[in-house]
């Protein structure tokens, strides 16, 4: 086959990427700098600086980087202990962490709205044992929770891998020339884990600011991220000049942690690729 | 009956240095033993090293040699014995603490670093000063002649390149001794002999002890002061170069030392042999009379004569030029004989074999089964 039939290959990917990213993309950024009649204007884009919207923003941010702080604190020392686990089948450990990820995204949601309410299960099994009920259903802590639960395993993954990487006579070569395990620690395991920790970040920040079904289901309508502003226009206002504003601010922010985190090392998980 | 093995495999005190005035022992391995999974590695290991000394540990897979490096790089645990470094025991003494420094099999250079980072790591945990550690990169660089290499990648150096980058890493410690795992078993032949005069060299201006881990005779008789020929997780003997390739002590050194001759063959009496059938005057005394023994003839012993001049007689079978010397398969009284020479001679050609009773080698057979010849697939 020569070169340019085996380019022909790359048709079917070529369609499908103008008609489901490059024409949408181009619709948000028409529909963001125009009003209904179709004059150009700033106002979808300004909208952002009022005090709802802002605030929207703000605890989407805020939630985002707690998410992502507590899936980091979560899964490095889970990856560590995968890692150096001395068993044969390591990688059907790995699978039964990933298990989850192949459930549908709602239905465990669900599950956890069905643990989490007043009358859920977790209540009930407190009451049985005398203790008092909790009641986090429709605050943000119940969204960090789903938040971190749904997005664990694209921390975990990423930094494990780093770590099967790191050659066994890297860390005794460390040892040999007289450093204790602290030493090889922030020296060897750190650095050589660092790509993993920084796909992590991206896999898990980028979704969890942008996410909208966690906070309409563990919330209650009570919590409001920037998501849920940007779906009610959509969705339940049909606005969608406001929408394509929203959505526009929230692509540059997740532009802005993309390109903070690549400062810090050269993506090499693929984590960027996959968002 | 161990016991009296090992006590048997005692160092001679004539050997090649002994000029110089005695050096004390540096390193004592004590009845070490270390099994892996149920199956025994080293059995009541002994030896020492002295100081400044090149000792080079020889032997096939398995025999326990990269395990006594391991050991005493602090990378493993006895279970039984002692190791004593400096007349102080450091059975116990976590790796990052002992006064020595490894060369790995694999280079293990730190990929995330530069060569001189690479360098600079030892002395840096030792809190070294900025100065002290630039002057040492640049002497160690110029040391395995890779001046000007400082801030490149791990990744652009060659095999060879850096093999000397590692041990490079490991001299700037000062250790007292350097132990090496087969560091130049990944690199071609050319760079192999020059890293082998490198290594040579480093020794000379250094001054520290080198415990040298391989599978190459070659590479073991061209370096060494003395060599620990290993088999099994028990010494078959321990000698100078000299000492191990004239006058192997059984068939399994003979035989792992270059290519041999190793026949059965029976004591009659004193200086003399019988070999497939011939009587053969040999040098060797006082294995009593019809003694089963094994004779060693080197290849290079072995004399090709006009039928009828030499001591038995066959067919040359085969022949392969080596460059310096032809080898031959000479087929004689049913046994196949690795002859070298200069000389050329055509295949099926009749002719006769010569030894000279000097070049004849007798060995007890191996007293227990630990001991016994094992075939080496080279």
Known sequence: MN?????????????????????????????????????????????????????ALLLSLELGVLCTVICLVLAYPLAMILNGMQIKNQSFVVFIFMLPMWMNFMLRLMAWKQLLAKNGVLNVFLSTLGLPNLSIMNTTMAVVLGMVYDFLPFMILPIYNSMGRIRKDWIEAAKDLGANNITIFIKIILPLTLSGVISGIVMVFVPSLTSFAISQILGGGKVLLIGNVIEQDFIHGSQWHAGSGLSIVLMIFVLISMALTGLFGKDEEGGTALW | MKKAHF??????????????????????????????????????????????????????SGCGKTTTLRLLGGFEKPDSGKILFDSKDITNLPANERKLNTVFQKYSLFPHMTIAEN???????????????????????????????????????????????????????????????????????????????????????????????????????????????????????????????????????????????????????????????????????????????????????????????????????????????????????????????????????????????????????????????????E
Request: glycine letters at 8%.
């Open chain 1, 3 to 55: 070169k340019s039939k085996k380019q022909l290959l790359a048709g079917p990917y070529l369609i499908w990427i103008i008609g489901f990213i490059l024409l949408p993309l181009l619709m948000i950024v028409y529909y963001a700098f125009t009003e209904s009649d179709g004059s150009f204007t700033l106002e979808n884009i300004t909208a952002i600086t009022s005090h709802a919207n802002f605030s």
């Open chain 2, 7 to 60: 006590n048997g495999l005692k160092r001679k005190t004539n050997e090649k240095g002994s000029y110089k005035k005695m050096k004390k022992n540096l390193i004592e391995f004590i009845d070490i033993s270390k099994s892996y999974n149920g199956s025994l590695v080293l059995d009541e290991f002994n030896l020492y090293v002295r100081e400044n000394e090149f000792v080079t540990l020889l032997g096939p």
């Open chain 2, 119 to 377: 360098i600079a790591f030892g002395l840096k945990i030792s809190k070294k000063s900025k100065a002290y550690i630039d002057d040492k990169i640049k002497y160690a660089l110029k040391l395995v002649n890779l001046e000007g290499f400082e801030n490149r990648s791990v990744d652009s150096l060659s095999g060879g390149q850096q093999q000397r980058i590692a041990i490079a890493r490991a001299i700037v410690n000062e250790p007292k001794v350097l132990l090496l795992d087969e560091p130049l078993g990944a690199l071609d032949l050319k760079l192999r002999q020059n890293m082998q005069y490198e290594l040579m060299r480093l020794k000379e201006e250094l001054g520290i002890t080198f415990v040298y881990v391989t599978h190459d005779q070659e590479e073991a008789l061209t370096m060494s002061d003395t060599i620990v020929v290993m088999n099994q997780g028990y010494i078959q003997q321990i000698g100078t170069p000299e000492d191990i390739y004239n006058e192997p002590k059984n068939a399994f050194v003979a035989d792992f030392i270059g290519h041999s001759n190793i026949l059965d063959g029976i004591m009659i009496e004193d200086r003399l042999v019988e070999i497939l059938g011939v009587k053969m005057p040999c040098v060797d005394e006082g294995f009593g009379q019809n003694c089963p023994v094994d004779v060693v003839i080197r290849p290079e012993d072995v004399k090709l004569v006009e039928p009828g001049e030499g001591q038995m007689e066959g067919d040359i079978t085969s022949i392969i030029f080596k460059g310096v010397h032809y080898e031959y398969d000479v087929m004689a009284n049913g046994y196949e004989w690795l002859v070298h020479t200069t000389k050329y001679v055509p295949v099926n050609t009749h002719v006769g074999i010569n030894v000279t009773p000097f070049n004849i080698q007798i060995m007890h057979k191996p007293e227990s089964s630990d001991e016994e010849v094992v075939e080496i697939d």
